[in-house]
């Protein structure tokens, strides 16, 4: 089992050559509905920490998140 990482030992960041290639999605759920909008989908580029922002519905499905990302990206 060498293969194990032991907590506490620090790994060097990937090193990205581009941008959007590793991104992040956070749903952020809004408290009032605005035209039956109530969440954010929130994604960052990690190469270069740029962010799109887009407003939906807490219905939207993965697929829906999906095309999200492919229409703002």
């Known amino acids: ?3 194990i990482k032991k907590s ?3 790994h060097p960041l990937e ?3 581009g941008p959007w290639q590793k991104i992040s999605i956070n749903i952020i759920k809004l408290l009032l509905k605005s035209n039956k909008q109530d969440v954010i ?3 960052v580029d990690q190469f270069t920490n740029m962010i799109r922002l887009k407003v939906t519905m807490t219905v939207a499905s993965s697929k829906d998140i999906a095309k999200i990302y492919q229409n703002k990206i």
Do not use: T
């Open 8 to 10: 506490g030992e620090l």
């Open 1 to 3: 089992m060498e293969h």
């Open 15 to 17: 090193i990205l050559e």
């Open 41 to 43: 989908v929130f994604i």
